[in-house]
């Protein structure tokens, strides 16, 4: 008999399984499950987008790209910060696409983390930073942030989990679950503090599309000296509804972007090609399907917002991605109970905050990437849900 | 109420009450960011101008009954002096199997809806009442066979229902 846990990697043995997983199991067996649970776009792909890559497939371009991308890609991208953002990359050298957001996230933290090293990681927020710190043998050291505090990071609270080992900041603005966004104001705080430290930012901005309200996502790099300490992580599956497209793309100083590559080069080789050509339609000509999906979900998070809020599950206005993040403590239920006594009672599924950290305990993530009809009906059967606890 | 005073906002309720016309005033205001009263104000100056013209269910009659038929009927008409197409236009209207009148642009004047018991029951409509009006020169009768989509709601999607797996978290 072979004792496997004798070959297995002790990092990758320790790391623990999602603890949600149970809860699809039990949702999969329904079939008039809602699912608010989902973190991806209820949109398919805008069809010129899709026109884009079945092009490219036609024509059959379905070799390997360069590792760092098609230069065309990686030129749309350079443009399109400097267009959004105001700020410059050198497609040649400071641009590398990546198999979704998360493989770059992953290049990143593998690229910067020598053992021992400490990596502030802000929660909650998605759950693969914390992992692939610990794979990469770096120190995860969670900063909670607060309702109180609108789910921001603020300087203080920053500044109380910096020591003389810490080395990157892992900021996840929007947010996923919370939907908080850093306005310029609250960015200016932070970047002042790592600039004193000498920290390196890995900032996840997924979401920046989805920003809501009249002022746009502003990123943490186009802030004067923050360039040369940010690697900006940013992806096609938010903003323009290409999730199963798997593409993703890193910006940010040059020498580290060389190093991400080597890492990207050895494990991935290069990035879908199809999706490329598809990407590059999306950036091009995508500016008006953002806008159209960013009303609809911005039409859904109000109507939630307002009606959670009258329910007595209290939630801050969440100001980017598409989640809502409710207070659920007037139920006297944790997090877990009430997600799971939600979907065995009224078939609707919604994922425990405890699942971001434990600082969501007390709260659920309620994501609005589903239809009105969906949105509607799932609001009222959380209103029967809530009568019901009461008696 | 001309088109002019319609504003931006107006526009989103709208939209809004034209995919959905059971949404409330409540979940309305709450969308818009307005009050409930705004929103119950506006949508009965809508009524009352007629920019709101109705509200109707969306039936699946295939479903209620299988031989229910739906056609387009283009028809050519020699237009009046003076009235032009808008006398026959009126005329058909009153029937009550049909539940559509259009002027068209291109090779035929009119285009009739209707619907019928049966493909028969519209041929015969067709024969006796349209073809047989005065101004009538010719119809061409086009039977609905299959609806896909229909007032931007997708029919027979039984097979494209959610595919989307569970993915954790992202």
Do not use: A, N, P
């Given at each position: 008999m072979i004792n496997y846990s004798d070959f297995l990697n002790k990092e990758v043995a320790a790391i623990k399984p999602s603890g949600i997983r149970r809860f699809f199991d039990i949702a999969s067996e329904m079939d008039d499950v809602i699912s608010l649970s989902i973190g991806e776009p209820d949109f398919s792909t805008p069809y010129h987008i899709r026109e884009a890559g079945i092009d490219a497939l036609e024509q059959g371009k379905t070799w390997y790209s360069p590792n760092r991308g098609f230069m065309e890609l990686r030129n749309e991208i350079s443009h399109w910060f400097s267009r959004k953002y105001q700020v410059d990359y050198d497609p040649s050298t400071e641009v590398l696409v990546s198999v979704g957001g998360s493989e770059a996230i992953d290049l990143c933290l593998r690229t910067l983390v020598n053992p021992g090293d400490e990596v502030l990681i802000v929660v909650p927020s998605f759950v693969c930073y914390i992992p692939m710190t610990e794979l990469a043998m770096g120190i995860p050291v969670p900063v909670q942030t607060t309702a109180e505090d609108n789910f921001r990071l603020t300087a203080e609270n920053l500044r109380r989990h910096i020591t003389p080992k810490s080395k990157v900041l892992v900021f996840p603005f929007p947010n996923n679950p919370t939907g908080a966004v850093m306005r310029r104001e609250h960015l200016e705080e932070i970047a002042a503090v790592v600039k004193e430290h000498n920290l390196m930012v890995l900032s996840d901005e997924l979401y920046s599309e989805l920003t809501y309200g009249d002022e746009p996502h502003t990123t943490i790099a186009s802030l004067p000296g923050m360039k040369e300490r940010t690697i900006v992580i940013n992806g096609f599956s938010k903003a323009y509804a290409?999730?199963?497209?798997r593409l993703g793309f890193a910006v940010g100083p040059e020498p580290i972007i060389t190093h991400m590559t080597k890492v990207h080069q050895y494990a991935i080789m290069s990035a879908p090609t199809m999706a490329q050509y598809a990407a590059v339609e999306a950036l091009r000509n995508g500016d008006k399907d953002i806008v159209y999906m960013r009303d609809q979900y911005d039409l859904r998070r109000r109507l939630l917002v307002d009606t959670l809020n009258q329910l007595g599950l209290t939630c801050f206005e969440p100001e980017g991605a598409f989640y809502v993040f409710p207070d659920i403590r007037s139920t006297g239920l944790t997090s877990e109970e009430f997600c799971e006594k939600l979907l065995y009672s009224q078939h609707v599924a919604v994922i425990p905050g405890n699942a971001f950290g434990d600082c969501g305990e007390g709260f659920v993530r309620i994501a609005y990437a589903n239809s009105l009809e969906n949105v509607k009906e799932a609001l009222r059967r959380i209103k029967v849900f809530l009568d019901t606890l009461e008696k | 109420m001309t088109t002019s005073n319609v504003t931006a906002s107006d526009r989103k309720l709208l939209d809004l009450l034209a995919d959905d016309a059971k949404l409330t005033a409540a979940q309305l205001a709450a969308m818009l960011n307005t009050t409930e009263e705004a929103v119950a104000a506006r949508i009965a100056e809508f009524e009352a101008d007629g920019i709101i013209r109705g509200y109707q269910a969306i039936v699946d009659w295939e479903r209620v009954d299988a031989n229910k038929s739906m056609a387009l009927i283009q028809l050519q008409v020699v237009p009046e002096p003076e009235q032009g197409f808008d006398k026959l236009a009126h005329r058909i209207m009153q029937l009550d199997q049909v539940e559509g009148v259009y002027l068209m642009s291109g090779g035929y004047d009119l285009t009739v809806v209707v619907q019928g018991e049966s493909m028969r029951d519209i041929a015969l409509f067709v024969a006796r009442r349209l073809s047989t009006l005065d101004g009538v020169r010719a119809t061409m009768t086009h039977f609905i066979l299959s609806r896909y989509k229909d007032r931007n709601v997708i029919y027979h999607d039984e097979a494209v229902r959610e595919t989307r797996s569970y993915v954790f978290d992202d």
């Open positions: 290409m999730t199963g497209w | -």
